[in-house]
Nanobody, 125 residues
């Protein structure tokens, strides 16, 4: 069992930056693929980015490339999402997820075994 706890959300002005973190505890010795998703009010959850166990391979939703960067520090059992040039439409609850294995593309939510509770990001115009 793995517990995921996100932090770093908050209120930021358009054009600003935030760095989210996702700390894992419990059975963290497994080689999980980690990902970030978000869900805005009235919308479906959206895949943002994923990173493999070593951190050597990353995958982004096309619309996030260039603004968001995913990284991980396995010594701290933590995954990060650096978000730059934020826009009001980035307002959402951001959640991290862990998968023991990915069979297809990392966008598919059903492949993730563990989820955090989410952290609110609000971007004002």
């Amino acid at each position: 069992q793995v517990q995921l706890v996100e932090a770093g959300g908050g209120l930021v002005q358009a054009g600003g930056s935030l760095r989210l973190s996702c700390a894992a505890s419990g059975r963290t010795n497994s080689r999980y693929v980690m990902a970030w998703f978000r869900q805005a009010p009235g919308k479906e959850r959206e895949f943002l980015a994923a990173i493999n166990w070593t951190g050597g391979s990353t995958y982004y939703a096309e619309s996030m490339k260039g603004r968001f960067t995913i990284s991980r520090d396995n010594a701290k059992s933590t995954v990060y999402l650096q978000m730059n040039s934020l826009k009001p439409e980035d307002t959402a609850v951001y959640s991290c997820a862990a998968a023991t294995s990915i069979a297809g593309g990392p966008e598919a939510e059903h492949q993730y075994d563990y989820w955090g509770q989410g952290t609110q990001v609000t971007v004002s115009s």
